[in-house]
């Protein structure tokens, strides 16, 4: 999730709407392979998370065992929770969404297993009960197509990886990939670019 985008989405005239996709999905269908895969890029990105970081004020500490937790373990039942969040409660998405984010980019923690999405679930602001249902959904029909088709459409507008960007406009839609296109979107969209944290965001923090 583009944390940056969200700090706009009441500063902006936008209609933002947040959308879990599998990573490996679009992965696959793309063809595209993870960054820390390839050496040269793996040590790139420690150092581009570490200055991005501090420029954007998001805690970000790269994983201590980062091919377990990130490229075997993965995100699917997160996802697919998320998934069940967005169909029954939407107005939590992105605090959940932000919490999952947070167990494994800053906290260096689970988000594969039941309890640690329902810790994650409840520092959000969800109550347990609500939480354990939609915990229990994550297997269903439903919830696993849901995400198949976000995941679907993504890779429809051409995403080969994430964070991806989709924005609607009069006659065009543009997609945009990665987290330091927010600029470009500004001049799309007509709006101003005020930086990663822009000033109404700035006095709260």
Known sequence: MNGVLCRYKNIW?????????????????????????LPHKAVYMRSDLRLLSQHH?????????????????????????LTAVK????ELLEKVSRE??????SRDEDITEPPSILAAAEKA???????QELLERVSTPQV??????????????GAFGLPVTVAHLQD???MLFGSDRLELLAHLLGEKWMGPVPPAVNAKL
């Not at 169909?87 to 939407?90: D, I, K, L, N």
Request: hydrophobic share 40%.
């Open 87 to 90: 169909m029954e409660h939407p």
């Open 57 to 81: 004020q998001v805690p970000i500490h790269f994983p201590k065992d980062f091919f377990s937790v990130i490229l075997k373990k993965g995100s699917l039942t997160a996802m697919r929770f």
């Open 100 to 105: 999952l984010w947070m167990r494994v980019w």
């Open 144 to 157: 696993k197509n849901q995400l198949k088709e976000t995941t679907e459409a993504a890779c429809k507008y």
């Open 13 to 37: 005239n936008i209609s933002l709407q947040l959308q879990p996709t599998l990573i490996g999905g679009i992965l696959r269908e793309s063809g595209n392979q993870p960054p820390a895969m």
């Open 172 to 174: 065009e839609t543009h």
């Open 125 to 131: 602001g969800m109550s347990m009960e609500q939480a």
